[in-house]
Nanobody, 127 residues
Framework: QVQLVESGGGLVQAGGSLRLSCAASGRTISDYAMGWFRQVPGKEQEFVAAISWSGTITHYADSVKGRFAISRDNAKNTVYLQMDSLKPEDTGVYYC????????????????????WGQGTQVTVSS
């Protein structure tokens, strides 16, 4: 069983940056595809970014491409989401998610594909 804990959220002005972390415990996530999602009350959960367990494959939602960067440090059992040039529409609760897989190059963009989820961290971007 994997436990995921997000941190690094907060309040930031538009144009600012935040770095989210997702620390895993219970087992290694070095063979897990990982992803970040966000949700705003009243709206559906939205895919943000995904990374293969090898770290060589990444994918981003069009809305964050060029501004956000997902990375992982398997030695630290942690996944990161660097968020730059933040906009008010980036506001939401950010969740990390993981799925154990065999293929080192597989990524998932659908929330239903993931087996493990963190509790979320709030990101608020003021205009």
């Amino acid at each position: 069983q994997v436990q995921l804990v997000e941190s690094g959220g907060g309040l930031v002005q538009a144009g600012g940056s935040l770095r989210l972390s997702c620390a895993a415990s219970g087992r290694t996530i070095s063979d897990y595809a990982m992803g970040w999602f966000r949700q705003v009350p009243g709206k559906e959960q939205e895919f943000v970014a995904a990374i293969s367990w090898s770290g060589t494959i990444t994918h981003y939602a069009d809305s964050v491409k060029g501004r956000f960067a997902i990375s992982r440090d398997n030695a630290k059992n942690t996944v990161y989401l660097q968020m730059d040039s933040l906009k008010p529409e980036d506001t939401g609760v950010y969740y990390c998610a993981g799925k154990g897989i065999f293929n080192s190059r597989t990524i998932y963009t659908a929330a239903r594909s993931y087996d493990y989820w963190g509790q979320g961290t709030q990101v608020t971007v003021s205009s």
